[in-house]
């Protein structure tokens, strides 16, 4: 069982950078994949970004690509979303995600889900 924890989210203006930090629960979070996703109001969960269990691959949204960048700390069990360059239409709910061994991450097979942390962006 893994427990996912997010947090940096919050108000800013466009142009504007926030990081986004997601801590695990549990020994065995460096075996995990992590992926970010976000929710805007009326609108469907979209794949924002996703690393490999080691940090050697990422994947990205084209919509955030050049603009946000995850990492990961396995000493720390925390996966990180650093956004840049934000505008309005990044306001959403930004969920992680950890998806197990036997998961298909880059298929978006995710196992556990974080609660999500609010990101506005203003105009």
């Known amino acids: 069982q893994v427990q996912l924890v997010e947090s940096g989210g919050g108000l800013v203006q466009a142009g504007g950078s926030l990081r986004l930090s997601c801590a695990a629960s549990g020994r065995t979070f460096s075996s995990y994949a992590m992926g970010w996703f976000r929710q805007a109001p009326g609108k469907e969960r979209e794949f924002v970004a996703a690393?490999?269990?080691?940090?050697?691959?990422?994947y990205y949204a084209d919509s955030v690509k050049g603009r946000f960048t995850i990492s990961r700390d396995n000493a720390k069990n925390t996966v990180y979303l650093q956004m840049n360059s934000l505008k309005p239409e990044d306001t959403a709910v930004y969920y992680c995600?950890?998806?197990?061994?036997?998961?298909?991450?880059?298929?978006?097979?995710?196992?556990?889900w974080g609660q999500g942390t609010q990101v506005t962006v203003s105009s």
């Open positions: 995600a950890a998806a197990g061994p036997h998961s298909d991450y880059v298929a978006y097979e995710y196992d556990y």
């Open positions: 690393i490999s269990w080691s940090g050697a691959t990422t």
